[in-house]
């Protein structure tokens, strides 16, 4: 079993400077460990304490690493983030996906509705009549297209109107808004209502294990969006059931399969950072993941004693600008971002006591803030497994998809 660590496991570190040096591998290039991959998919699967987990693929972006997650028990369907991609797996030969986000691409909602394996498969994502109105008007008679009612799960603060604490998604809130909503999936012919979706971001993206002050503030939070959500959300559901028999309830999220799982209005969860374990999960209490995926930059200058400079390294998460959003440099250890220059398109200069030791040419390790945004960066990932073996999983951007 992995031991706990943000570093590179010895068989990547040996392995890839012979790739490089032998011209089979070019960096920059992404790393995926494979057995730490599949420790993280086990984790996950006991922290889901039964229910089964559908993959979101936002986290993965590669159908190599869909398909080797969606291979481990516990795991169960996908969790897509655009209908163009949705589409794209089923032509891949996968089944049951719902996408987590609203689609109002119309040629995509078109070529969905007029499928038939398509609509079998595909689940698409509504907060609002408009959504249904789009949906409808795509099936132009057809159908049915199967919906899924996504929920808001915000924190919302006593006393302070307005503000909430989340990802802003849905305006659907309340057990009412929620029944009026599916009565009115029900008068449209072409819609079939399926599922709902009450994803608490706030609670699976924010660390419960950071010390001091801002530590405190982050578990109030957490603790706090659940005892609110967890009541509201069934009450949703249940106004739902009252006019539809659901096939699935989807909440959580890699950060909150614990907490989640205990909600008996939920049926499954979903998950795909953690099979990763980008640096953002460092600091979760209960999270025993081994970091999975890493990227590489070789040293191309060394513009001073106790400074090196590598090619490219400014692969910058999403979400708000901030210094958690920056790669983090893990191997060799000891190396920091200037202060003046930072991560860069082009070059990243890094100093610290390592870098009195490299030379030109050398690969310097780093983890992505969050997950799948690193696959963004190179056609395909090199997959390594315990025993040196490697081969290549194509990334979404390898097999020209472009899916927005």
Known sequence: MPTASPHPASH???????????????????????????????????????????VASKSLRSVAALRRALDHDGYSGILAYTLPE?????????????????????????????????????????????????????????????????????LRVPGVPGFAIGPRRSPIRTPEQARTLAAEVLRRPALKLVGVMGYEGQVASVADAEPGAAGAVKRWLRSASMAQLVPRRADCVAAVRELA??????????GSLDVSAVDDSLTELAAGSGFYTPVIFDRFADIDHVPA?????????????GWATVNSGGWIASGPPAADRVPVPVYPQGLGYSATEGAGEVQTPLHGSAARHLRIGDPVWFRHAKAGEMTEHVDHVIAVDYDGAHHEWDTYRGQGWTLR
């Open 12 to 54: 990547l570190i040996e392995l890839l400077p012979r790739l490089i040096g032998s011209g089979e591998v070019a960096a920059p290039c992404a790393v995926v460990d494979t057995h730490a991959f599949d420790h993280n998919a086990a984790r996950m699967r006991e922290r889901a304490a039964g229910l089964p987990i559908r």
């Open 86 to 154: 949705a589409i794209h797996l089923v032509r891949e030969g996968f089944t049951d996906i719902v996408v987590a986000y609203p689609s109002v691409h119309t040629a995509a909602l078109a070529q969905l509705a007029s499928d038939t394996a398509l609509r079998r498969e595909i689940t698409i994502m509504v907060d609002s009549v408009d959504h249904l109105e789009l949906a409808a008007a795509a099936a132009a008679g057809g159908g049915p297209v199967r919906v899924c009612i996504d929920i808001d799960c915000t």
């Open 245 to 254: 028999d659901l096939e699935f309830v989807n909440g959580g999220g890699t």
């Open 293 to 305: 995926a890493f990227f590489v930059c070789q040293v191309s200058r060394l513009p001073a004693p």
